[in-house]
């Protein structure tokens, strides 16, 4: 069992920067098991995909409406995935969680479906 802590929300401008983080449970086995992703669901919408990064750190993905403006990155060594974002817009405004997808069985995905653990979530709102 893994669990995700995530931290870093909050309130800021249209143009402004957040640094989200995700920290999983020593319990949970090595965090390097796992490949990570952050999702985000705005009120009425989907849960989307927003980034995910694989177990090594070697190969990362991002939504096209991310693109150029958010980073993630995963410190091994200390359990941790980050999603830096910059230049933030009024449409970025979500709860943002972290999720966990187990190496073993599955290649880097963008499906939440293949994700197994989840954190609670962390709101970013963006004021225009």
């Known amino acids: 069992q893994v669990q995700l802590v995530e931290s870093g929300g909050g309130l800021v401008q249209a143009g402004g920067s957040l640094r989200l983080s995700c920290t999983a449970s020593?319990?949970?086995?090595?965090?390097?098991?796992?490949?990570m992703g952050w999702f985000r669901q705005a009120p009425g919408k989907e849960r989307d995909v927003v980034a995910a990064?694989?177990?090594?750190?070697?190969?990362?993905y991002y939504a096209d409406s991310v693109k150029g403006r958010f980073t993630i990155s995963r410190d091994n060594a200390k359990n941790t995935v980050f999603l830096q974002m910059n230049s933030l817009k009024p449409e970025d405004t979500a709860v943002y969680y972290c999720?966990?997808?187990?190496?073993?069985?599955?290649?880097?995905?963008?499906?939440?479906?293949?994700?197994?653990?989840w954190g609670q979530g962390t709101q970013v709102t963006v004021s225009s």
């Open positions: 020593a319990s949970g086995g090595t965090f390097s098991s796992y490949h």
């Open positions: 999720a966990a997808s187990f190496r073993t069985y599955y290649s880097l995905s963008t499906d939440a479906e293949k994700y197994s653990y």
């Open positions: 990064i694989s177990w090594s750190g070697g190969s990362t």
